[in-house]
């Protein structure tokens, strides 16, 4: 048991070589941005997989899992975007030559997808054969703390191709910086996580939408939200044009909401969807955060986390 989970460990820290997507020390320039790409795709894809099984497979880290590959994206971004910046220029680099054009497009569209699949798989397939539940469950728990922390950081998994990279991103204006992703504020521990802090009337103050690539912008949606105990009514407009969606809701343990969509005028299709969030309740200010479901290969702009800042609020027509 304790030389499955050091396997594994190592194979996620980057000692077991992660073959072609090896950056190689002395090879042609192309080759090497060629391995950089397929090296920040699987490791992107594998931290991806493995939180999202181990949130699968172990419902109580399902939150966690899934704020931890958020925490690495974000922490990632000027690595995913400069890998963006490089795919982008060589793209229209080659556009004039018909037959390098449909090699590097294959490359893009078949060849990497295909390799960065196999190997994340290769690097999920020891957790998921696992014969003991326990070792799986105390891994699955590694595991997400360290892609948390860091542990499972570009710089420290794949060195070679971050010096690569931080090398293009310095000779080229276009890219974004490497390390501008900005750190979390840390949760105020005495916050609330308890069923009864989610009751009430509460105003949207801002939601801070995070993307595949790492990168966030923050809206002020015009939105109110009633939490009733057992149902949550979301109401967003001008007055004139609102839009209203009703969702069953669930705490089952504290700071986890499980929430099935019942009701949704601008989405109609979203009914009986369900979804997974955490919050938490600092003063009067509700902070919730869910994670819409990713898949392989989505696009850079693809929601990866969704945090709503509430303020406490008196409903109109009500006695504060």
């Known amino acids: 048991m304790r030389g499955a989970i050091s396997f594994l460990f190592l194979l996620l820290a980057g000692v077991v070589p ?29 931290v991806r997989r493995t939180t999202d099984y181990c949130g699968d497979t172990y419902p109580a880290m399902k939150t966690d899992g899934a704020e931890a590959f958020v925490a690495w994206t974000v922490r990632q971004a000027g690595f995913l975007t400069v890998a963006t910046s490089i795919r982008n220029k060589i793209t229209r680099d ?55 922390a860091g542990a499972l950081d570009l710089d420290k ?9 931080r090398e293009i991103a310095g000779k080229n204006a276009g890219a974004s910086p490497i390390d501008a992703a900005s750190k979390p504020e840390a949760p105020d521990p005495k916050a609330r996580r308890d069923a009864a802090a989610l009751i009430g009337h509460w105003k949207n103050m801002q939601q801070i939408i995070t993307h595949f690539d790492g990168l966030a912008e923050r809206t002020t949606p015009p939105c109110d939200t009633d939490f009733d105990g057992g149902r949550a009514t979301y109401l967003c407009g001008n007055g004139r044009n609102n839009a209203r969606s009703v969702a069953a809701y669930t705490v089952p343990s504290p700071g986890r909401l499980e929430t099935t969509t019942i009701e949704n005028s601008a989405a109609p299709q979203s009914v009986g969807s369900h979804g997974i969030a955490s919050f938490r309740l ?32 008196v409903k109109a027509g009500s006695t504060p």
Not at 157 to 165: G, V
Not at 285 to 308: F, H, R, W
Request: with cysteine.
């Open 94 to 148: 080659v556009a004039r030559d018909p037959q390098k054009a449909a090699s590097w497009n294959r490359f893009v569209a078949t060849d990497m997808p295909k390799e960065v699949d196999q190997i994340a798989g290769a690097m999920l397939q020891p957790l998921v054969d696992m014969p003991v539940d326990e070792g799986r469950r105390r891994m699955c728990a590694d595991l997400i703390a360290n892609a948390q």
């Open 282 to 313: 600092e003063g009067d200010t509700l902070i919730v955060s869910a994670y819409p479901p990713t898949a392989q290969n989505a696009p850079d702009n693809a929601v990866i986390k969704i945090e709503s800042l509430l303020l406490r609020a």
């Open 157 to 165: 998994w794949d060195p070679k191709t971050a010096a690569l990279l």
């Open 18 to 46: 992660a073959r072609a997507a090896d950056v190689p020390a002395k090879d042609t320039s192309g080759e090497r941005v060629s391995a950089a790409l397929v090296s920040v795709a699987m490791r992107h894809e594998t």
